[in-house]
């Protein structure tokens, strides 16, 4: 088993397929601009001193006119031709590292990735999300990144891979960890107050372990109470009524009422399946789809009466089978 290739005074322990060639560009064009920086400094210096003021205009008073210099085709050529093949070449070294970072290899294993204010969330197709990302070593993988609310980057140093979450689109990354250990994730795009504490762990894992991680978590049946049990979709959604506090606007048990009072969000309890006044005077059939869409897009439809009410958009807060299950909830509420 490979061990993480120490780190540098420059870069972290690579730990991923994708770290050689970026190391290889960032090396090469580092390298490259040493050379040409000291190149142009010591030139500079040169002459300098060889053009610097001589005694014999100090003595006259005034400074010696050179001849014009002439044209010189030839040369305008190559100090044209020359630094374009330079940057040609440089472009071929970033392009070809950027481009083994987003290609995912045959059959690569999907990872969806959600970025919000301000945390990190992995799903790998079991529904339950994990705060960190756990890995297998040399399995490649694909990962699918989404924002819920602002621009969030994901950055693994030790993988050399960086990429942008944007809300409403899809982003992708691709690599191979070639090391067991841990590395980090961090946001490398300013997205907020907390910005700086949106970190999470990554956990390259040896096939058994990784196994392991995958049946106690990735494929774990639906929990829900204290202590966790396996429940039904109602009751799992009952769970998620609660765990996303909903109850604090539309009531325990969606009932509409607060300590005796209506609660600031309308009454959930008993409207499946019956129609819903809207503020702007027309009505809505409530179904599984407005449901959903007023979970995910509060503002969507507004109901008669609650327009100075705000609720916080849930889009990416469920996946969608936990949406099914507060949807299931809602409608089991008589
Ligand atoms: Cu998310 Cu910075």
Redesign the pocket.
Known sequence: MMQPQASSWQLPPAMADTAAPMDGAFHFIFWFSVVFAVLVIAVTLLFIQKYRRQKSDQRSGKAEKGAPTPSRNKLEILWTVVPTLFIIVLFHVGFSAYIHNVTAAEGATEIRVF?K??SWEFEYGGGARSPDLHLEVNKPYKLILSSED?I??FFIPEFRVKRDAVPGQYSFVAFTPTAVGEAHVF??????TN?SA?LAKVFVEEPAKHEEFLASFGRKPKLCGTPPVECTEEKWGESLFTEKACFTCHGTGGDGKLGGSPSPGPKLAGIFGHDQPLQDGSTVHVDENYVRESILKPNAKIVAGYANVQMPPFAGSFTDDQLEAVIAYIKSLK
């Open positions: 970025a204010k301000w602002v969030h980057s946001c490398a795009e300013y997205c907020g910005h949106m």
